[in-house]
């Protein structure tokens, strides 16, 4: 019974780190890249909930990005 209660709560608290990861890290990052891109016109404040999935798929794609760069100096890539 406590070990289900302990495994109920550890994915609990997992999910929710997941969910503020996402939506701190990759909405925040693709929010700001593309305002900042866009010298302030895009995407206005009002706008943000209409295009969440756009605004989080960059954030996404600029971490990809970043990793895959990482990765590829830690390779030798660039030397």
Known sequence: MQ???TRGVASL???LVVVLIWQILMYGLGYAVLY???LGRWPRPQWADRYDDRISATGLALTALA???VALYNNG???
């Open 3 to 5: 070990d289900d209660v």
């Open 13 to 15: 608290l997992q999910w």
């Open 36 to 38: 900042a891109g866009s």
């Open 67 to 69: 990793w895959t760069l």
């Open 77 to 79: 890539a660039f030397a």
